[in-house]
């Protein structure tokens, strides 16, 4: 990024210095060179807003366990699946290579709709860009089982992955997991813990 800032000024100032003293000639060269270079910065700008600024597929469906959402969480009972999945696929066309949080809500647009291979292309779609929620999103399919086979092993997996990455809900999925009598991880002491974990790291996120 600060490569391509640095061969816009040289490119500018290079031919600011080479210019024919002819006036008009000089003014034509230099109106050129200007708008080449505000190009570039608009460029640059406009990939810093996309990664930053809220989106409409932000507003559509951020998701509440997602630690770098941009605006209030939607519950999935109020997700506009349409909408969503239209406005988060404008919004990675912006930038796909950096666009896992978009992923992660037209996932949930597509889970609304009922398309659940969709849904999960796109969860996994974020977890190559390893965006941290996906982690937890697709963990917590695993565990529940409603849309894809249960997999206790898989679900551990990747919720314990989504808690190192920041994803403290990831700690209730934990205390769920070890709570749960079927499962090969039922374990009461280490379901109390992360309970309590998740207790407490929310408490903290609900101060900041």
Same mark, same amino acid.
């Given at each position: 990024m600060q490569k391509y800032i640095i061969l816009c000024f040289i490119n500018f100032y290079?031919?600011?210095?080479?210019l024919r003293p002819k006036f008009y000639t000089m003014i034509i060269f230099l109106k050129s060179k200007i708008t080449v270079?505000?190009?570039?910065?608009?460029?640059l700008a406009s990939g810093f807003v996309h990664a930053d600024?809220?989106?409409?597929?932000?507003?559509?469906?951020?998701?509440l366990a997602d630690?770098?959402?941009?605006?209030?969480?939607?519950?999935?009972?109020?997700?506009d699946a349409t909408t969503v999945i239209h406005e988060c696929t404008e919004a990675i066309k912006m930038d796909?290579?950096?666009?896992?949080?978009?992923?992660?809500?037209?996932?949930?647009?597509h889970l609304r709709m009922g398309?659940?291979?969709?849904?999960?292309?796109?969860?996994?779609?974020?977890?190559?860009?390893?965006?941290? %929620? +996906?982690?937890?999103?697709?963990?917590v399919a695993f565990l529940l089982g409603d849309?894809?086979? +249960?997999?206790?092993?898989? +679900?551990s997996l990747l919720l314990l992955? %989504?808690?190192?990455?920041?994803?403290?809900?990831? %700690?209730?999925?934990?205390?769920?997991?070890?709570?749960?009598?079927?499962?090969?991880?039922?374990?009461?002491?280490?379901?109390?813990?992360?309970a309590q974990k998740f207790i407490l790291e929310k408490g903290v996120a609900s101060q900041k």
């Open positions: 290079s031919v600011l210095i080479n270079f505000l190009t570039c910065l608009l460029t600024a809220i989106t409409s597929c932000d507003r559509s469906a951020a998701l630690p770098q959402r941009k605006s209030e969480p939607v519950p999935f009972e109020k997700i796909p290579d950096n666009s896992g949080r978009f992923f992660l809500q037209r996932a949930r647009g398309n659940i291979e969709r849904s999960l292309s796109d969860l996994n779609l974020s977890i190559e860009q390893n965006y941290p %929620a +996906a982690f937890f999103g697709l963990g849309v894809v086979e +249960a997999d206790y092993e898989e +679900a992955t %989504a808690y190192d990455k920041g994803v403290f809900w990831a %700690a209730n999925a934990l205390a769920h997991l070890y709570g749960d009598e079927n499962s090969v991880y039922y374990d009461l002491e280490k379901s109390e813990v992360w």
